[in-house]
């Protein structure tokens, strides 16, 4: 037996994260799983979670068929808070939820029409998560593959914008074509207007209009204001020259409409007794009416007088009506409008964000590396030249975000900030972003994403650092690194934590969320498939998600061939398979009795503990304490290891998850034994058990604490019972260097 002076009691508050190395007694833990930190730095059991809309009639089976792959989630409040909209997509549809206005029977989910889209894509193991954004009071979505698409707040869907051009404007002008016996600019639409480029003499020598060409383009606009990529450029509208002298019209011709008109000498012709207004044209400009049907009005421009004047385009009108249409331009060049700034057709991208009142895509099919800038206000209007790479060597663009006033943009490997949209300032080179949807912002200011090798944070400061090393074997060897680019994130309001939902290493369905709460890691398990993520932005600040509850189903096989030389044809064997039950939007850190959550379990094992700060000293174990609140009336197991081996040296499965009643019947009232009517509310209690160890000369030792559920544990400190072990100088003890 230890003397006095060899005995001690180390005292222990709950380490609440984990740290997957070696330390001393006041380590980290190992693995914290399912267990939430609390505001006074306990551990307390998950709880939830909740289905958002529970089936009330039991008619209503899950957001649209079993079969459809859940795909993204989002919530956001339009119309200065009136409008509390929820959009999700499942399969190759996008619902709203509809709540108490539901109005397609009992469903609360309403498919939207998709205004000239048909269906979208639903690939089951898609490359690129569902990205939303909120701009202008609209949603804009885009999952990687489709046409991005707006929705408001009344549920109506249609295109980002415009992914083609319009087809080319029919002009119909003055005819070129003339013959000496051919009055001039008779041959074609020739009606009296005001184009044309008058000359500096008007004498009937030299032309009084000088010759002259106008062409068109279109551009379509859509019900939210955005223009589609100009038109083609139209046929030519000429004017051929034009004498006129107002001293002859006596002498030649005949008298025409405009003055006298003819031929002399087989000369150019020559107008008499007009004026220039006289001579001036307008002209036809058709426009056919297959447009997509969200466009609401045409805009026209017309070039200056090629020639003569300039070749850029200007604005010459706004036709409301989108259907087939002729317009008389009639039109000096002089009254035409500001210059045409070309645009580019919206092009599907990967990644956006918003930012100053302009939409910022990137990652466009064909141009993996770029990064597009929308005119401010207008996110379907993308003007041609206003685009970057951020990576010189074009490589493809991981990620955007707008955060506190910086627009950052991401690839696997480097980091950029384009404050200076036309000068990419690289912020670090070796740190990546692999998934757009694991970007979330802490209240801290601390930005946080999914590295190739870990998560990292952007500080208040501007410094990128590291901050997944104690976990760094859980990122290394745990995660499925081939999925981590559908990896999802959220920001818990009531919490202040990061989570991170992300499949585990063979596994392809994200039922693993890491969850960081600015110093520490735990993780949860919750036995669902977790699509995507995010956190209302009401009054309810709820975490949400959507997804479906994991199932699996064992079934007989029949076996063929044979096994160790025995024949086992004819026999059955089993084979377990993963199954899907039906998609539902959750709630976190909720629950009712509408929805029974998955078994699962809650898992607190700590970290190898030594007795100094090298391990040299071999130690007793004799009892671990363990401080807990009182939560439920139930039983959980604690094991204990010994000297490095994750072999279980010693268990106890009967450990009470509820302290003694000491008069103040605590135990009667705790909500797994409370009755309606009679249970009374307490402050919850700190509670101590003993737990006997018996671990003798070992040099590190760790435990864990598991329970199933439902039992739930709250966990506050723990504290051992150890003392050297004796028996000489412990560091004769030590094995010599060839012992076996």
């Not at 415009?162 to 000496?180: H, K, M």
């Not at 000359?199 to 383009?217: I, K, T």
């Not at 002399?264 to 002209?283: G, K, M, S, W, Y």
């Not at 939007?585 to 809650?602: G, L, N, W």
Request: proline share 6%; aromatic share 10%; with cysteine.
């Amino acid at each position: 037996m230890a003397g006095p002076a060899q005995q001690q009691t180390l005292k222990l508050v709950v380490p609440p994260g984990e740290a997957q190395v070696q330390y001393s007694a006041a380590s980290l833990a190992w693995r914290v799983e399912n267990l939430a930190l609390t505001s006074e730095g306990t551990l307390r059991s998950v709880v939830g979670p909740a289905v958002y809309e529970p089936d009330r009639f039991e008619k209503f089976q899950g957001i649209g068929a079993i079969t459809d792959d859940p795909h993204g989630i989002f919530q956001t409040t339009l119309l200065g808070g009136q409008s509390n909209t929820l959009i999700v997509r499942v399969g190759q549809r996008l619902y709203r939820h509809t709540g108490w206005l539901r109005t397609t029977g009992i469903t609360p989910w309403e498919a939207l029409t998709l205004t000239g889209v048909k269906a979208f894509s639903s690939e089951g193991r898609p490359k690129f998560p569902d990205q939303f954004v909120v701009l202008n009071d609209k949603i804009i979505w885009t999952n990687g593959v489709d046409q991005a698409m707006v929705i408001s707040s009344d549920g109506m869907t249609v295109p980002l914008g415009y992914a083609e051009r319009p087809g080319p404007l029919d002009v119909a002008g003055p005819s070129s074509q003339r013959t000496s016996s051919q009055n001039l600019n008779t041959g074609g639409y020739s009606w009296v207007g005001r184009i044309g480029t008058v000359g500096d003499v008007y004498n009937g020598e030299e032309g009084a209009v000088l010759a002259g060409a106008w062409y068109y383009h279109a551009r379509l606009e859509d019900i939210h204001g955005n223009l589609s990529a100009p038109s083609p450029v139209s046929n030519v509208a000429s004017i051929s020259t034009i004498r006129a002298s107002p001293f002859n019209a006596n002498k030649i011709g005949n008298r025409g409409q405009f003055g006298f008109r003819g031929v002399v000498n087989n000369l150019p012709e020559i107008v008499a007794n007009c004026v220039l207004d006289d001579l001036t044209r307008q002209f036809a400009v058709s426009f056919g009416g297959d447009v997509p049907e969200h466009t609401v009005a045409v805009h026209l421009y017309r070039t200056p007088d090629t020639r003569n004047a300039s070749t850029v385009p200007r604005f010459l009108t706004r036709v409301p009506n989108y259907r087939e249409f002729t317009y008389p331009d009639n039109y000096s060049d002089s009254d035409l409008g500001p210059e045409m700034v070309s645009s580019v057709p919206v092009p599907i991208f990967r990644v956006m964000c918003t930012h100053q009142g302009s939409l910022i895509i990137g990652n466009t099919t064909g141009a993996p590396g770029i990064v597009r800038r929308s005119e401010p206000g207008f996110p379907g209007t993308f003007p041609e030249l206003d685009f970057v790479y951020p990576d010189a060597g074009g490589a493809a663009v991981t990620g955007l975000v707008s955060h506190r006033g910086w627009l950052l943009a991401f690839t696997e490997t480097s980091t950029y900030s384009l404050e200076n949209f036309a000068a990419p300032v690289p912020l670090a080179q070796g740190i990546g972003c692999t998934a757009p949807r694991s970007i979330a912002a802490m209240a801290s200011g601390m930005l946080i994403w999914l590295g190739r090798d870990g998560f990292y944070g952007l500080t208040p400061d501007g410094s990128i650092q590291l901050i997944s090393g104690a976990i760094d074997r859980t990122i290394r060897n745990y995660i499925n690194k081939s999925r981590a680019c559908l990896a999802v994130a959220a920001i818990d309001a009531t919490s202040g934590e990061y989570r991170c939902a992300l499949s585990p290493a063979g596994d392809s369905e994200n039922s693993l969320v890491l969850c960081f709460d600015g110093r520490y890691w735990r993780r949860m398990d919750l036995g669902m498939h977790i699509a995507d993520m995010c956190t209302t932005d009401d009054w309810r600040q709820y975490t949400m998600f959507l997804g479906y509850e994991q199932g699996y189903q064992t079934t007989e096989l029949p076996m063929l061939g044979s096994a160790s030389g025995v024949d086992i044809s004819g026999t059955t064997g089993t084979t377990t398979v993963r199954t899907k039950n039906a998609n539902h939007v959750y709630v976190m850190d909720k629950e009712t009795t509408a929805f029974t959550p998955p078994d699962r379990t809650i898992v607190y094992r700590s970290g190898w503990m030594r007795a100094d700060d090298v391990g040299l000293t071999p130690m007793n174990v004799r009892s671990m304490f363990v401080g807990m609140i009182d939560s439920w009336n139930g039983d959980f197991t604690v094991r204990f290891y010994r000297n490095g081996s994750w072999s279980e040296f010693v268990s106890m499965t009967d450990v009470k998850a509820v302290g003694v009643d000491d008069g103040s019947r605590v135990v009667m009232d705790v909500a797994g034994a409370a009755i309606i009517g009679q249970a009374k509310t307490h402050d919850p209690r700190l509670f101590w058990r003993q737990v006997p160890v018996g671990i003798e000369n070992a040099n590190t030792w760790a435990f864990e604490i598991e329970a199933k559920s439902p039992t739930r544990l709250h966990i506050a400190s723990f504290a051992f019972d150890v003392s050297v072990a004796t028996l000489g100088n412990v560091k004769a003890r030590i094995p010599h260097r060839a012992d076996e």
